[in-house]
């Protein structure tokens, strides 16, 4: 492997390769195809630990970027938290928050889609063409990740009507972003955030690869056998729902209102750049990449080693030295079209897009359809409504999972718990799910249980 030099102490800076958004990163071997280069020199080396600390290390990472524009867009458009509007969460505030997520999602997402699939800024893809996506795909991936700026802008507000009522108490901006130990506490919270997100992450998406989730809701995210920058949020509603309930458990830390929007807008726009498809741009991300193409391995992301861990990790395409899972699969990536793989939901053109059988179709008017309906009418009606806040949040938390599971139970031969079936129920899979309901499932109750207060 041909040594490259850096530019110095700023190499690396905001996660930039020798100064540029569009080179390889310096361990890998140019040498190989993209995704044939091995992590195991490069991942939880000795120390890595003391660098989750270090907030020095958070500038030479790609958070800030994040950050900065989560930033941008509260200053813009700060929360009212005085307002009617408010208080009484009007459908004119709904519609403002909902508009602020579409463009700041689309802006950012889309800029990634043009630099390298117009402009052809990158050249390494991981399935070696440089092909973009067909117009079909493209607009599949834009409609979910549409509806994922749309659910990102609903729990954007909640924290407002529940910051606004003082359901929940809060540090005011005054306070934490100044010298004193609430700035200090924010500030520590803003440059962890990144491994909140790692853990979070891994757990929740772990939790929807179980068979009877998978099939009815992370399926449709893995439509996308070869990734682009839309892809990354193009997730089932139910998915959308656990994956943003990293930003909920910020609630409970009377921090500024500025540190959950900070995490939604970490969720909403870090998955553009890892799912570019190419190894050669800010944020290339061989990791989840390899997560595409094998589909039961590296669930969560290289910042904490949670698959090392539980034994899911691969370090690269081709055969891996590291993977110790149950799951058996070629070495070759999958077809391209996805038909052969029985656990994907559908192709991605229109007429593959649309329900193939009756389960999907019970599964999502239920879930999508009747489930929202339903939690729209007891915020709405409140002191009116006969059901308790614990039971709205309970039914949105535990509903979907349970829909699932009831279907999988009428219809599914294979085990409820593939691919994990061969790890102990009360050894690694047990403390994985109590792992996801803490991770997981308990922020997503605890937001809306106090949103129906």
């Not at 990634?112 to 795909?137: A, D, M």
Request: some cysteine.
């Amino acid at each position: 492997m041909k040594e490259r030099k850096g530019i110095g102490f700023f190499e690396g800076f905001l996660g930039t390769v020798e100064g540029s958004f569009y080179k390889t990163p310096r361990w890998v071997d140019l040498d190989k195809a993209p995704g044939y280069t091995s992590m195991e020199d490069v991942l939880y080396q000795k120390g890595w630990v003391m660098d989750i600390f270090n907030p020095v290390k958070w500038l030479w990472s790609v958070t800030p970027i994040w950050c900065a524009v989560a930033a941008l867009v509260y200053w813009a458009f700060p929360y009212d938290l005085e307002s009617v509007e408010a208080k009484e969460m009007q459908w004119s505030l709904v519609v403002e928050r909902i508009w602020i997520h579409f463009w700041t999602m689309h802006c950012f997402v889309g800029f990634w889609h043009v630099t390298i699939y117009l402009f052809k800024f990158s050249t390494r893809n991981f399935s070696q063409t440089i092909e973009g996506p067909s117009k079909s795909r493209l607009f599949h991936n834009m409609y979910y990740s549409t509806l994922g700026a749309i659910q990102s802008a609903i729990w954007d507000c909640a924290f407002i009507y529940i910051y606004a009522n003082k359901i929940l108490p809060y540090t005011p901006d005054s306070e934490a972003f100044s010298l004193s130990p609430k700035g200090f506490l924010n500030a520590a919270v803003i440059i962890l955030v990144g491994y909140w997100r790692d853990l979070h992450f891994y757990c929740a998406h772990r939790l929807i690869h179980i068979r009877f989730i998978y099939k009815y809701v992370h399926s449709l995210h893995h439509r996308n056998t070869q990734i682009e920058p839309y892809a990354g949020l193009c997730m089932h509603p139910v998915e959308h729902l656990f994956y943003y309930s990293c930003a909920g458990a910020m609630l409970l830390f009377n921090l500024s209102p500025f540190v959950p929007f900070y995490v939604l807008v970490h969720a909403l726009i870090s998955p553009a750049a890892s799912h570019s498809g190419f190894e050669d741009n800010w944020q290339s991300d061989q990791f989840h990449n390899i997560h595409h193409t094998k589909f039961e391995c590296n669930y969560g992301s290289s910042g904490l080693p949670m698959d090392y861990a539980f034994g899911t990790w691969r370090e690269k395409l081709g055969k891996s030295n590291t993977y110790k899972g149950a799951f058996d699969e070629p070495d070759e990536p999958p077809p391209k079209d996805g038909k052969k793989l029985e656990y994907l939901r559908g192709s991605l053109t229109i007429t593959g897009a649309l329900w193939a059988n009756s389960e999907h179709a019970i599964y999502d008017i239920l879930t999508s359809v009747v489930l929202p309906a339903f939690t729209l009418h007891c915020f709405t009606a409140k002191s009116g409504s006969v059901f308790t806040p614990h039971e709205v949040a309970s039914a949105v938390t535990f509903f979907p999972i349970l829909v699932g599971f009831l279907l999988w139970f009428t219809t599914d031969k294979q085990s409820w718990r593939w691919p994990f079936h061969k790890e102990p129920l009360f050894g690694k899979f047990g403390f994985f799910t109590v792992l996801a309901a803490v991770v997981v499932l308990a922020p997503t109750y605890v937001t809306v249980y106090y949103a129906m207060m």
